[in-house]
C-alpha cells in the first residue's frame, strides 16, 4: 500500500463537456436528469474531500449510504426531460405517454411540437407532483437512483479504450496515478481498472466523483467488491489519504518445515490501534497474506542458489550481512514490501540460520558448482 497523488480532475472541470459526448434518446434523458443534480454531486464532492481530510476531526465513515439522489424539485420538467432539438409530434406524444406525464396535458394530441415543449419548460417538479396526486408515478422524474449512476460512471467515464472523449481521459488519469503501474491496495497487482473506494451501488452521490476512484488491480477490486463497513475501525486504507509508508505494519515468519515456506500478518506491535484494526480488514479482505506467501516460495526458490553459494564461500557462516542488506535495499524503496520482509523473516529464524541453511543445497537439489581453473592453459587441456 503507498500514497497516490490526488486526481488531476474535479467534477466541474469535466462534467458537463462529458455530457455532450453521447447522444439519443436514452442519453438526452440521462443528461437531464445529471445535470439537474450536478450541484449535488459537487456538493458532495466537497463534503466527501472535508471529511477525508487528517484535519477534519470525523471521518469518511460519516458518510450515509444513498441509492437515490433527490432531483431539486424547483427544476422543470423540459431540463429533466432533455428533449432532442429534433423530434416528430409522434415522436413526442409517445415519449410522453410512455413517461406517464400525458395527463397533464389538457389536448396533447392537437399541441404542436413547440406548444408541447414550451409547456415541458414552464411547469416545474413540484407543480407536476401536486398535478399528478401520486409522486410514485413520476419515480424516475423525480429521483436518480443507483441503475442511472451506474449507467453515468459506464457509459461516460469507462467508455471506450482509447476514446477521445473527456470522460475517458478522466478515467485513464486515474489510472495513471499509480506507481509502476502496481496496485496501491496490494503493491503486487498490474493496475488495469478502477475501483470505487465507497461502492457505487450504496453511495451513488460519488459513482462519477474523480476523488473516490483508485487505480485497481482486478483481484484487489475482485475482493474489495462492495466492501462498505462505517465504521472508523472497520475502513479501507485509502491510498489518497493515509500516508502509512512509513509503519512497519506487515508481518512475515518462516514456517520451519521442508519446503520453506512462508506466512505475512498484520504486525501487533502498531500503536494506532484503529489504523491496526482498518489493517487487518484490508488485509483480510484483499487475501494479501495468501498473495504474499504464494509470491515468497517462488521469490526464495530463485535465491536459495545464492544463499547456498554465500554460505559455502563463508566457511559456512550463515549470510548475515548479505541478507540484511539485500533487505535494507528493498527497504529502502517500501518499508514493508513482502521480498523484504522474506529477508526479515529468515534472519529472526534461529531455525533457519543455525539449521535449516545447512540442508539448503540438498533439499533443493542445488548442483554442486564444477571446479573451475585458473589458468589458461589447464583449461585448454582440461575444460
Not at 496490494?186 to 460519488?206: E, M, N, R, S, W
Not at 535494507?328 to 539449521?355: C, G, M, P, R, V
Not at 545447512?358 to 589458468?375: G, M, Q, T, V
Request: charged share 30%; glycine share 4%; aromatic share 12%.
Amino acid at each position: 500500500m503507498y500514497l497516490i497523488e490526488f486526481p488531476n480532475y474535479t467534477l466541474e472541470d469535466f462534467f458537463d463537456e462529458m455530457l455532450t459526448t453521447r447522444q439519443g434518446e436514452a442519453y438526452n434523458f440521462l443528461k437531464g436528469r445529471l445535470l439537474a443534480i450536478k450541484s449535488t454531486l459537487v456538493e458532495k464532492e466537497e463534503e466527501y474531500i472535508k471529511l477525508a481530510s487528517p484535519k477534519n476531526q470525523g471521518g469518511l465513515f460519516d458518510i450515509v449510504e444513498n441509492i437515490k439522489i433527490e432531483i431539486p424539485k424547483t427544476k422543470t420538467l423540459g431540463e429533466i426531460i432533455n428533449l432532442p432539438s429534433k423530434i416528430s409530434k409522434r415522436e413526442l406524444i409517445e415519449f410522453i405517454k410512455m413517461k406517464k406525464i400525458d395527463p397533464l396535458f389538457n389536448n396533447l394530441e392537437e399541441m404542436e411540437v413547440n406548444e408541447i415543449k414550451t409547456f415541458l419548460n414552464s411547469i416545474n417538479l413540484n407543480t407536476v407532483i401536486k398535478q399528478l396526486g401520486d409522486p410514485n408515478l413520476i419515480y424516475y422524474l423525480s429521483y436518480v437512483d443507483a441503475e442511472a449512476m451506474k449507467n453515468a460512471y459506464e457509459k461516460y467515464l469507462v467508455n471506450t479504450k482509447g476514446s477521445s472523449n473527456i470522460g475517458r481521459k478522466v478515467y485513464g488519469d486515474i489510472m495513471s496515478l499509480s506507481k509502476d503501474n502496481l496496485c496501491p491496495y496490494c503493491l503486487q497487482g498490474i493496475v488495469k481498472t478502477v475501483d470505487h473506494y465507497l461502492p457505487k451501488a450504496y453511495f451513488i452521490d460519488y459513482s462519477i466523483t474523480p476523488i473516490n476512484l483508485l487505480p485497481c488491480c482486478s483481484d484487489c477490486n475482485k475482493n474489495k467488491n462492495d466492501e462498505r463497513t462505517l465504521q472508523e475501525d472497520k475502513m479501507f486504507i485509502n491510498p489518497y489519504f493515509d500516508n502509512i509508508q512509513n509503519v512497519r505494519w506487515l508481518g512475515c515468519k518462516v514456517n520451519e518445515v521442508w519446503p520453506i515456506t512462508f506466512s505475512y500478518y498484520v504486525r501487533e506491535d502498531i500503536g494506532d490501534v484503529i489504523l491496526k484494526e482498518r489493517l487487518k480488514i484490508h488485509f483480510d479482505k484483499l487475501e494479501l497474506g495468501f498473495l504474499y506467501a504464494n509470491k515468497a516460495v517462488t521469490y526464495f526458490r530463485g535465491r536459495v542458489k545464492e544463499i547456498v553459494k554465500e554460505y559455502n564461500s563463508s566457511n559456512y557462516l550463515p549470510p548475515i550481512d548479505s541478507l540484511k542488506n539485500s533487505k535494507e535495499s528493498i527497504e529502502n524503496y517500501n518499508l514493508n514490501s513482502w521480498e523484504a520482509k522474506i529477508y526479515e523473516a529468515l534472519l529472526d529464524s534461529k531455525w533457519f540460520l543455525h539449521t535449516a541453511i545447512k540442508e539448503l543445497e540438498s533439499k533443493y537439489d542445488i548442483p554442486k558448482e564444477e571446479k573451475k581453473f585458473k589458468r589458461p592453459l589447464y583449461e585448454a587441456y582440461f575444460g
